[in-house]
């Protein structure tokens, strides 16, 4: 049989192969709309690949979560079509080592007319054919959740990309958190060079989790989140922080750098604050080319690439993990996010486990649609147990 061969490094694009959601489906020939799709998750051989997508079809409304149909029916005070019907989570199949299920979703919120929001996830990472390793390879997962804007060309090439630099690093999987240092350097490096040549001024914040056996590995530039439910959400636990122009260090960083920091008013008169070069409300990001190149009028060294990276071992009693866009935190704290996800499951001790992540999932969207917010919403959970109230 004749193979035809995607650009995404020899993946096979006319094969059937079971993906995360409830039927078997194929990854579609290269096309011009290959790379808008927000939404892409991956079980990586080098061989697999599937695909789901955000877009809406109006012939699947039967199949919409119960959930979202409830929020929609009980918020009267708020017009129902200022509200996204979501389409149902994307969802695993298998577990793998430490990871239990997962579910995720993103959306391109209430006011905004384009997603650039993008989550890829490769629940379990194999053994590269060409890869040197003697020992036995690790039970691997990535989860990379990448909040784009100024356009969906930074986003789009994070979720592409940035697994494979990592997977491709001679650090990896001995060494993850030098991996993912060097794997987020290149992505910035290749990214410029790409933003050079093709004008894309897009940039994007990236937050990922990379388990590898019991331990995981939190990474996050910019300003989305990842927090960890413990003790049936007794616990928060905070995994990344925000990298904002007020924060104290990164301002210090800013002003040692030759950057200014200054603030806006917003429609809610809340002040926004942002750096310059860049006009950016974030002061470390992937791309960006106009607030880093100086022949642009920009300067590298104020608004940063560099990640700050978290590791730590996987306890019994952690539940789960989240990542999370900023248009999710605009109207949520941690501790919302937490709540409203086991508010979500509560009574569902009967369902799977990965039909409770979605659950969890869409509860925390609708849930920051219902306080409205006015940007793009992603977030994905990481089982790490069973889910049931103990």
Same mark, same amino acid.
């Given at each position: 049989?004749?193979?035809?061969?995607?650009?995404?490094?020899?993946?096979?694009?006319?094969?059937?192969?079971?993906?995360?959601?409830?039927?078997?489906?194929?990854?579609?020939?290269?096309?011009?709309?290959?790379?808008?799709?927000?939404?892409?998750?991956?079980?990586?051989?080098?061989?697999?690949?599937?695909?789901?997508?955000?877009?809406?079809?109006?012939?699947?409304?039967?199949?919409?979560?119960?959930?979202?149909?409830?929020?929609?029916?009980?918020?009267?005070?708020?017009?129902? #079509?200022?509200?996204? *019907?979501? $389409?149902?989570?994307?969802?695993?199949?298998? &577990? @793998?080592?430490?990871?239990?299920?997962?579910? !995720?979703?993103?959306?391109?919120?209430?006011?905004?007319?384009?997603?650039?929001?993008?989550?890829?996830?490769?629940?379990?990472?194999?053994?590269?054919?060409?890869?040197?390793?003697?020992?036995?390879?690790?039970?691997?997962?990535?989860?990379?959740?990448?909040?784009?804007?100024?356009?969906?060309?930074?986003?789009?090439?994070?979720?592409?990309?940035?697994?494979?630099?990592?997977?491709?690093?001679?650090?990896?999987?001995?060494?993850?958190?030098?991996?993912?240092?060097?794997?987020?350097?290149?992505?910035?490096? #290749?990214?410029?060079? *790409?933003? $050079?040549?093709?004008?894309?001024?897009?940039? &994007? @914040?990236?937050?990922?989790?990379?388990?590898? !056996?019991?331990?995981?590995?939190?990474?996050?530039?910019?300003?989305?989140?990842?927090?960890?439910?413990?003790?049936?959400?007794?616990?928060?636990?905070?995994?990344?922080?925000?990298?904002?122009?007020?924060?104290?260090?990164?301002?210090?960083?800013?002003?040692?750098?030759?950057?200014?920091?200054?603030?806006?008013?917003?429609?809610?008169?809340?002040?926004?604050?942002?750096?310059?070069?860049?006009?950016?409300?974030?002061?470390?990001?992937?791309?960006?080319?106009?607030?880093?190149?100086?022949?642009?009028?920009?300067?590298?060294?104020?608004?940063?690439?560099?990640?700050?990276?978290?590791?730590?071992?996987?306890?019994?009693?952690?539940?789960?993990?989240?990542?999370?866009?900023?248009?999710?935190?605009?109207?949520?704290?941690?501790?919302?996010?937490?709540?409203?996800?086991?508010?979500?499951?509560?009574?569902?001790?009967?369902?799977?486990?990965?039909?409770?992540?979605?659950?969890?999932?869409?509860?925390?969207?609708?849930?920051?649609?219902?306080?409205?917010?006015?940007?793009?919403?992603?977030?994905?959970?990481?089982?790490?147990?069973?889910?049931?109230?103990?």
């Amino acid at each position: 049989m004749n193979t035809k061969k995607s650009l995404a490094r020899g993946l096979p694009t006319n094969k059937p192969y079971r993906s995360t959601s409830t039927e078997l489906t194929t990854f579609p020939d290269i096309d011009k709309n290959r790379f808008s799709t927000p939404f892409l998750t991956r079980n990586l051989t080098h061989k697999k690949l599937s695909l789901c997508s955000n877009k809406l079809n109006t012939q699947t409304v039967a199949k919409f979560s119960h959930l979202a149909q409830q929020v929609l029916n009980s918020t009267p005070q708020t017009p129902k #079509e200022y509200y996204q *019907i979501l $389409k149902p989570s994307s969802i695993s199949r298998f &577990s @793998c080592g430490k990871v239990l299920a997962y579910a !995720g979703n993103t959306n391109k919120g209430l006011i905004r007319k384009k997603n650039e929001d993008r989550i890829m996830i490769i629940s379990s990472v194999n053994k590269p054919h060409n890869k040197v390793f003697e020992d036995n390879w690790p039970n691997c997962s990535y989860f990379g959740l990448f909040d784009g804007h100024g356009g969906n060309g930074c986003s789009n090439f994070l979720r592409d990309n940035l697994h494979q630099f990592i997977i491709e690093s001679h650090h990896f999987p001995l060494a993850p958190h030098k991996a993912i240092n060097e794997a987020l350097a290149r992505a910035e490096s #290749e990214f410029m060079k *790409i933003s $050079k040549e093709t004008n894309d001024k897009s940039g &994007s @914040c990236a937050v990922i989790a990379l388990i590898v !056996g019991q331990f995981c590995f939190i990474a996050n530039v910019g300003d989305s989140r990842a927090l960890m439910s413990g003790m049936s959400g007794k616990h928060v636990y905070s995994l990344t922080t925000d990298h904002k122009p007020a924060e104290p260090q990164e301002q210090a960083r800013i002003f040692q750098a030759g950057g200014l920091v200054y603030s806006t008013t917003a429609l809610n008169k809340s002040k926004i604050y942002r750096v310059l070069p860049g006009r950016l409300s974030v002061s470390r990001t992937i791309g960006d080319i106009e607030a880093k190149n100086f022949e642009m009028g920009g300067n590298p060294g104020v608004v940063i690439s560099t990640p700050e990276i978290r590791k730590f071992e996987i306890k019994p009693e952690y539940d789960f993990i989240m990542l999370g866009s900023d248009g999710i935190f605009d109207t949520l704290t941690n501790r919302d996010v937490v709540d409203k996800a086991w508010e979500s499951i509560d009574g569902l001790n009967d369902e799977n486990v990965p039909s409770k992540c979605a659950r969890a999932a869409e509860g925390i969207i609708l849930e920051s649609f219902k306080r409205q917010t006015r940007d793009n919403v992603s977030t994905v959970i990481i089982a790490l147990r069973n889910l049931n109230k103990s």
